[in-house]
């Protein structure tokens, strides 16, 4: 099943199968997770027996369900479908190719947009499993059925794990946190042979704007052919940007390097609600670096010359790292953001300040600003900035091996 087909089947005709009425339309409050009020919107329902889930004989796993889910495998994966007694079934699509998570939730969201018209749409759930970040939005809407205007509640959460990752949706008035306890527990329930390799280091990280959940980043980094390092990053955001609108992006880079952070090759990977804004490969020259790629949909390609080579974000840690017990240092580091510059490297300076057992580092490019907040060992545990007048807070939630 694709995922267009998966969401035409909770879409036009289904939507408000379990919605209330909306002459009192449930308040809402973007900057919480207190998304809905109203009895119908308040209602959870407490935890069924778990149904068996088997996807062919690759994959196992459980679900709660008042009877054993139905399971239909497409080229693209295996649609689940439970009944919990809801109003209306907990749907779910386990992928067998990698996913792009703000894409994905861009393209459901976007095909079920076409039969309603969300009055609220914000994210209300984030958790995890080791480095796979589960994360849930919450949408109310208006639909007209009879004659009559109903308001529905769509509740969504991505999984996007490296290898079967997945999707669930419920679409009936109440039980998000119910729902959020089904699928997350679904999730974590998977059993399967991994073919991923272990990382020399390991990092998840959560983001939150004032408080709500917005996004992840997942950093492994890999020792290849002696002191080589190779890191792979993978991040999703989800902003609110209006009343019933949101935002989707998808970040992605693919660093080589040699022991001490220098950049040898870097891939760069940009998306906006599905659509690629940014992609730029670096090879590094005698001289310099070349760049190739795409910026805005437009080609651009040439070359640069440095001092000295690019630094790979892998160089500061070990500069932190090394700094033993806390002390206050200052330095500069060349590093890439081709958002910002994809003809030159960029000057980031650190200033680094013990506080507590910690450390309290600085960093600033041009205007730009962040504040990171480190361990006595140097070991960077929270990130801070301002995004317009809000505060963001990034935050490490699981980690594994050293540097």
Known sequence: MSLGVAVGACGAGKHGAGAADASQPPSADANGPKVLSGADFDREAAPVGKQVVNGGDVWSAYIEANAPPKVEKSDAGFAVTADLGWASPVQC???????????AVHQMLKAAAKDVKFKVLVPYFVEHQ????????????????????????????????????????????????????????????????SQRPAPA??????????GMPVGFSRDMTYVVAGDKVSRVSLGARFLPTGPGEMSFEDEAEVIGADGEGSIATGKYINEENGEATLTIDIERTKSGYNYVGTIQGKS???????????????????????LGAPKKAKFDELEYDPSLDVKAGSKVTYDVNPEGDGLVISSSIGQRGMI???????VVKRLEFLAGAKKVEVDLVEETGEL
């Open 130 to 193: 080791a480095f796979d970040p589960m994360l849930a939005i919450r949408g109310v809407y208006n639909v007209e059925k009879d004659g009559k205007l109903l308001a529905g509640d769509f509740k969504l959460m991505v999984v996007p794990r490296p290898e079967h990752p997945l999707m669930c949706w419920h679409d009936a008035p109440g039980y998000a946190k119910s729902f959020a306890r089904v699928a997350s527990e679904f999730a974590k329930s998977f059993q399967f042979k």
């Open 93 to 103: 699509f386990v992928y067998e190719h990698v996913i792009d998570a703000g894409a």
């Open 300 to 322: 651009v390609s040439g070359s640069f010359k440095t001092k000295q080579p690019l630094k790979a974000h892998y160089a500061v840690e070990k500069k932190l790292r090394a």
């Open 201 to 210: 280091r390991g990092e998840l990280w959560i983001a939150t704007l004032d």
């Open 372 to 378: 990171m907040r480190a361990n006595g060992r140097g």
